[in-house]
């Protein structure tokens, strides 16, 4: 026989299952029923002066644990404030995930309560912004909100959640368990693995480059493993001042010298002045592997091309720039 509760403590069973054991948040009215929830659940709620700093909170707390940072914020007026903070996430490939309070579904387009058209403006911030249609829903939109944050490149998510949804009825054993919250994961195929660092092992003076996702904890252990094996240097780039961030010393001087550059999740941006002369010399090969092929670029207004780039997807393969 089926459990019914409300939507609000299907939601807090499922941050249950997926480890949560605290939610930055600013309380409102869309969003009573989980703090109800949440509170009879044993989860810890930290309450914020605003609703931009509860992401900043989940934002940092997702950097240092690499756990989903929650933040938890009403609709309206509140998601709008917590939107902003939403871009440093995305900078910093934070496995973030903003749950917002929403008007009722059922009176969408009548002048609802605060109605807004939440996750459109938390779209272009975010890798999904979604909003919750039944009950139901709900514990299965947290599994695809979560593992989305923690999949491939990292980073923010939005999930809206309708006050009708919240207090409506839901199965509490259809919950989904800790799996459904794990990471999806890609392997960079053997062949081109070897052939990589092949490349790497005959360059003369080669670097590897990693992005802020590896400045976790883990992710520093990983890239010191890393460093170990290859005899390779490899550098961590987390800040947005790029070569300016004064705690990488003379790394732009040693950049310049490289003739082999692997970029391992790190982007040919900015902070690398897109790959462009001075900065690196003209010979200098680059090799990159990213969860999203879409960042494997060629350096724009370079002489000459990046002569091998390689992106781990769903099919992994080994492409020439």
């Given at each position: 026989?089926?459990?019914?509760?409300?939507?609000?403590?299907?939601?807090?069973r499922?941050?249950?299952n997926?480890?949560?054991?605290?939610?930055?948040t600013l309380?409102?009215?869309?969003i009573?029923?989980v703090?109800?929830?949440?509170?009879d659940?044993?989860?810890?709620l930290v309450?914020?002066?605003?609703?931009?700093?509860a992401?900043?909170m989940?934002d940092?707390?997702?950097?240092?644990?690499?756990e989903?940072?929650?933040?938890?914020?009403t609709?309206?007026?509140?998601h709008?404030?917590?939107?902003g903070?939403?871009?440093?996430?995305?900078?910093?490939?934070s496995?973030?995930?903003?749950?917002s309070g929403?008007a009722?579904n059922g009176?969408?387009?009548?002048?609802?309560f605060q109605?807004?058209?939440?996750?459109?403006?938390?779209?272009?911030?975010?890798?999904?912004?979604?909003?919750?249609a039944?009950?139901?829903?709900?514990?299965?939109d947290?599994?695809?909100?979560i593992?989305t944050a923690?999949?491939?490149?990292s980073?923010p998510?939005?999930?809206s959640?309708?006050?009708d949804?919240?207090?409506g009825e839901?199965?509490?054993?259809s919950v989904?368990g800790?799996?459904?919250?794990r990471a999806?994961?890609a392997a960079?195929?053997a062949?081109?693995?070897?052939?990589?660092?092949?490349r790497?092992?005959?360059?003369?003076?080669?670097?590897?480059?990693v992005?802020?996702?590896?400045?976790?904890?883990?992710?520093?252990?990983?890239?010191a493993?890393?460093?170990s094996?290859t005899q390779i240097?490899?550098v961590?780039?987390e800040?947005?001042?790029?070569?300016?961030d004064s705690?990488l010393g003379g790394?732009?001087?040693?950049?310049?010298?490289?003739?082999?550059?692997l970029?391992?999740?790190?982007?040919?941006d900015?902070t690398?002045?897109?790959?462009?002369?001075?900065?690196?010399a003209?010979?200098?090969?680059f090799?990159?592997?990213?969860?999203?092929e879409r960042?494997?670029?060629?350096?724009?207004?370079?002489?000459?091309?990046?002569r091998v780039?390689?992106a781990i997807?769903?099919?992994?393969?080994?492409r020439?720039?």
């Open positions: 026989m089926a459990s019914r509760h409300r939507g609000a403590d299907a939601l807090v499922a941050l249950t997926a480890g949560v054991r605290r939610v930055f309380s409102g009215n869309h009573m029923s703090f109800d929830a949440a509170l659940a044993g989860i810890s309450h914020t002066r605003h609703e931009a700093a992401v900043f989940a940092a707390w997702g950097r240092l644990t690499g989903p940072g929650i933040a938890l914020v609709g309206g007026p509140g709008a404030n917590a939107v903070a939403l871009y440093t996430a995305a900078m910093a490939e496995p973030l995930v903003l749950l929403h009722p009176q969408l387009g009548t002048g609802a109605e807004m058209r939440q996750a459109e403006i938390a779209a272009p911030l975010t890798r999904l912004a979604f909003t919750s039944s009950a139901d829903d709900i514990a299965r947290l599994g695809r909100a593992r923690r999949s491939g490149r980073g998510v939005h999930l959640l309708p006050t949804c919240l207090d839901a199965d509490i054993n989904p800790a799996e459904a919250f999806e994961t960079l195929d062949g081109a693995a070897d052939a990589m660092l092949e790497l092992r005959a360059a003369r003076r080669p670097l590897i480059l992005g802020p996702a590896m400045m976790t904890r883990k992710g520093r252990d990983v890239t493993r890393l460093e094996i240097p490899v961590g780039m800040s947005p001042r790029g070569l300016a705690s790394f732009a001087t040693m950049l310049a010298q490289a003739d082999a550059v970029l391992l999740g790190k982007r040919l900015y690398l002045k897109f790959g462009r002369m001075p900065t690196f003209g010979a200098c090969e090799l990159q592997v990213d969860a999203d960042r494997v670029v060629t350096a724009a207004g370079r002489e000459g091309e990046i780039s390689a997807e769903k099919r992994p393969r080994c020439k720039c």
